[in-house]
Nanobody, 126 residues
């Protein structure tokens, strides 16, 4: 079993930066693909970015490409999301999720992920 805990959310002005962390328990976390999703009230959960177990592969939604960077430190069982040049439309609850399926594919489908954190609120003011 893997438990995920996000942190680092908060209130920031447009153009600012935040770094989210996703800390995991469980020895097998380092073998999982991990992704960040976000959700606003009344909308579907949206894929933001994902990273393969080794960190060699990443994938970004077009809306965040060039502004957000995902990384991981398997020795610390932690995945990070560096968010720069934030926009008001980035406001959402951000969730990290882990996919225990073997391989290096990064899926954007939320129902393919087996473990989820509780989420952290990111609010970007204009």
């Amino acid at each position: 079993q893997v438990q995920l805990v996000e942190s680092g959310g908060g209130l920031v002005q447009a153009g600012g930066s935040l770094r989210l962390s996703c800390a995991a328990s469980g020895r097998t976390f380092s073998s999982y693909t991990v992704a960040w999703f976000r959700q606003t009230p009344g909308k579907e959960r949206e894929f933001v970015t994902g990273i393969s177990w080794s960190g060699r592969r990443t994938y970004y939604a077009d809306s965040v490409k060039g502004r957000f960077t995902i990384s991981r430190d398997n020795a610390k069982n932690t995945v990070y999301l560096q968010m720069n040049s934030l926009k008001p439309e980035d406001t959402a609850v951000y969730y990290c999720a882990a996919d225990r399926s073997p391989g290096v594919a990064i899926t954007t489908a939320s129902d393919e992920y087996n473990y989820w954190g509780q989420g952290t609120q990111v609010t970007v003011s204009s």
